[in-house]
């Protein structure tokens, strides 16, 4: 049995051939209607027509992206997927441009047509009109019809009010001038699904976050950044150590992408798995990573080395790595069979090695790799050296530490090693300066100065005539 039943109403009024009893064998009396109007009406007239249904609901402001959002708030509140709609042909081509865009497959749509003539919609003989439009629906019509259900999705996306927070982007000091950089909190986006950060960067037809919220939650991030939000490049995550060279034939799945290119964004997935950002000051080379527990015992962060050094002639020792936010030792725990490969890596990657299911450090487990296939020591920011405080959240027990006011954010604050550590966040493309995380030759520790939890990465060639970008959720 469907959910819900949408009745579309926007090419003229539902005539008394399209009363609710003829509807009913559609979809029970007891399920949901939404009546989909091109203008205001009134409670009187909604009521006459579909009172003996259990919930109605009108939608009808000036904007269909606006009604078809709100449509999908109402399911969403209500654990609804499965929807019958009522429309004509010409309705259901329009419709289904913005079911493309407002929703996932995780969303099912049932079309029943009707005449146009039912719905007092025009003469001829019942389906004339909708026979003639098919016949000169031209592609040229077809791609204008996408064209403005595109724009006004996008109009009705970008006013639409930021969550959690504005978006914020927090910077290292490892990474020199030559270079823009950083990454942002989960803030400051539109996705309201309570399972995903409302900065969520990607879609999936497996999640109920569409693309044209994920479009506008990535042009949110470019805004504040500086990059084009067209130019993101994801990779298509095996898990695995495949490293992709721009430029080469694309591999069918691959973790992590390199380039020496200019005008491209490149971007690796995080969350509990490590986003590891790579670049090379003299060769102006960057990389993106995603690794978790298997990619890292598959080398994901040694080949992501290796394919530097081949391409581009990079050095181990030049290489610049930062380790982004992720799950912490305190929260990351394995069988102990998989546990052992760690112990293999480094005794000191597995605490608990006693335990049924001992703790991983996924962070030192990368460095010990990275140092062994040459990167130096000092050239690795992560959390691993600092006796104190950890240097970026745990993406697990602390996902969603409260944003700073822009007065924290500007205040010094006092790391472990007596340093004044400052963050300004870039604003359309320009470079603030920043006092992030300083290196203390003494204590040799790193701090990552975070106010809140953040998710994307990346990194700026500015002496390029275009921006190279590494984004990294």
């Known amino acids: 049995m469907w959910g819900a039943l949408l009745v579309d109403c926007t090419s003229g009024d539902c005539s008394a051939r399209q009363r609710p009893s003829l509807l009913e064998p559609l979809i029970g009396a007891d399920s949901h209607v939404f009546l989909l109007h091109a203008a205001k009406r009134s409670d009187d007239d909604v009521d006459a027509l579909w009172g003996g249904f259990k ?53 099912s749509f049932d079309f029943d047509l009707f005449e146009e ?45 930021a969550l959690k927070g504005q978006v914020s982007v927090s910077r290292s000091s490892l990474i020199p001038d030559i270079f ?10 539109i996705s309201y699904i309570s399972t995903l950060s409302s900065l969520n960067l ?15 939650n990535r042009r949110r991030l470019a805004l504040e950044a500086g990059f084009n939000h067209k130019d993101l490049l994801f990779p298509k ?45 003299e060769k102006r080379a960057i990389g993106a990573t995603h690794t978790g527990w298997k990619g890292t015992l598959l080398g994901a962060a040694v080949a992501t080395v290796q394919c530097m050094e081949e391409q581009f002639q990079c050095e181990a020792r030049a290489l610049r790595v930062v380790v982004g936010p992720s799950v912490g030792v305190c929260c990351y725990t394995l069988p102990q069979d998989q546990a052992l490969a760690f112990s293999r890596i480094h005794p000191d990657c597995v605490p608990d090695p006693e335990s049924p299911q001992p703790h991983i450090n ?112």
């Open 117 to 161: 003539e039912e719905s007092g919609f025009g003469g001829g003989a019942p389906g004339a009109r909708a026979c003639e439009s098919r016949a000169h629906h031209t592609d040229t019509r077809a791609d204008a019809r996408a064209d403005e259900v595109r724009k006004d999705v996008a109009q009705f996306m970008q006013q639409l009010p």
């Open 55 to 107: 919930s109605v609901h009108v939608l009808d402001d000036v904007s269909t992206a606006c009604n078809l959002y709100r449509f999908k708030q109402a399911l969403d509140a209500r654990d609804i997927c499965a929807v019958r709609v009522r429309t004509s042909a010409a309705g259901r081509a329009r419709l289904e441009a913005y079911v493309q865009l407002l929703f996932t497959a995780v969303y």
């Open 202 to 216: 990607f879609s999936s037809s497996r999640r109920k976050d569409p693309v044209s919220v994920v479009e506008e």
């Open 362 to 473: 996924l962070r030192l487990a990368n460095r010990v790799l990275l140092q062994k296939g040459g990167v130096l020591p000092e050239h690795i920011h992560d959390n691993t050296v600092s006796d104190g405080a950890e240097v970026t959240a745990c993406t697990s027990c602390q996902p969603h530490k409260e944003k700073p006011s822009d007065s924290e954010k500007h205040t010094p604050s006092e790391d472990l090693s007596g340093t004044s550590n400052t963050i300004r966040g870039a604003h359309c493309g320009t470079s603030n300066t920043i006092r992030g995380p300083q290196w203390n030759q003494q204590h040799h520790q790193r701090k990552w100065n975070q106010k809140d939890q953040s998710l994307p990465f990346y990194v700026i060639n500015k002496a390029a005539d275009h921006c190279n970008i590494i984004c990294s959720e």
């Open 180 to 189: 823009g950089h950083g990454f942002s909190s989960r803030g400051g986006g």
């Open 237 to 281: 995550v095996d898990h695995g150590s495949t490293i992709w060279v721009l430029g080469q034939p694309e591999p069918q799945c691959y973790d992590g992408m390199v380039t020496d290119r200019t005008g491209v964004v490149l971007a690796a997935p995080g969350a509990d798995c490590l986003p590891l950002l790579f670049c090379d000051p």
